[in-house]
C-alpha cells in the first residue's frame, strides 16, 4: 500500500502554512465546537485559540446528526463567515464535509477536510477528495478496523493527494458507560503500519467531558502527532456534543498538559 510505512519510510508531513504543520515531532493541538453556532461563537473560540498558542480551529458546518431533526449546521454561509474571521488571526480550518457536492464550494474556505466516522468508507467522497490540492483527515469509521482505516486513505492517497492525517476518534463495542471505546491501542499501531500523521480525537472517544483531558494525554503518550478535542464558551449549551465539551478554562489547561507531556515524551 502507498499509506504503508514499506512504501514511504519518511514520515509524512502537512503543512498548511503560516507556520503550522501536523507532523511527525511536533504536537498538533486543534480545538473547537462541535458545530460552528453564531458569529459572537466563532469569535470567542478564535480569541480562546490565540490566547493559547492554538493554530487550528474545529467546528462542523454540515453535521452528520442521528436524529434529523436536530441541528444540522449553518451550512457554507457559516463556513464563509468563519473563515473571514478565523483567517484573519492565522487561524486553520478544519471542518467535515459531508457529500461530493460540497467539495468545490468549501474549497476556499477550508484547510483540512474532516472526513466523519460515518463517511469513512463513503469511497466516492474519498476517491473526488483524491484529487484535490487540500489536506484531508479521515475519521476510523464507527465499527471500522484499523485495516479498514487505512484502505481509506489508500483511496485519497492513491488518487493522488499525499497531504493525508489519520484519526482515532474511538469504535462502537460492547461497552456502554462511554460513548465509544477510545481505541489507544491503534495510536502506535497506525504509526507502526503508516507514514501517516495521527491525530487521537478523545471527546468522541469517550463522550465524558471530565474525562476527556486524561484520555487526551493517553493518547499523546500512546504516539499522536496531535489531539483534536471540542471545546466551546459554555459547553452546556452547545448545539451539539455538549456533554463531551470542554470549557475554555478547561481547554487552556488541557493545551498545556499536552505540550508538557509531549516535551518529555
Ligand atoms: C465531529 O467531529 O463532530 C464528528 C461528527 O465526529 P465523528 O465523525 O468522529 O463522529
Ligand atoms: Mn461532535
Redesign the pocket.
Known sequence: KLVSKKWKAKPTSIDLGDGVFIKDGEMAIITGP??IESEEQIRKVVDHCVENGIRMM?G?VF??RTSPYAFRGMGIEGLKLWHSIASEAGIKIVT?VMQTSQIEEMYPYVDIY?V?????QNFNLLDELGKVDKAVMI??G?SGTIEELLQSAEYVFSGGNEKLIL?E??IRTYEKASRNTLDLNAIPILKAKSHLPVIV?P??GIGIRAYVPQMALAGVMAGADGV?Y?SHEIPEKAY??GQQTLDFAQSARLAAWIREIFDKR
Open positions: 462541535c458545530s474545529r462542523g453535521k452528520p467535515e474532516q466523519g466516522a460515518r463517511n469513512s475519521k476510523r464507527i484519526c476518534r474511538g480525537d471527546s468522541h483534536i471540542e451539539s456534543d
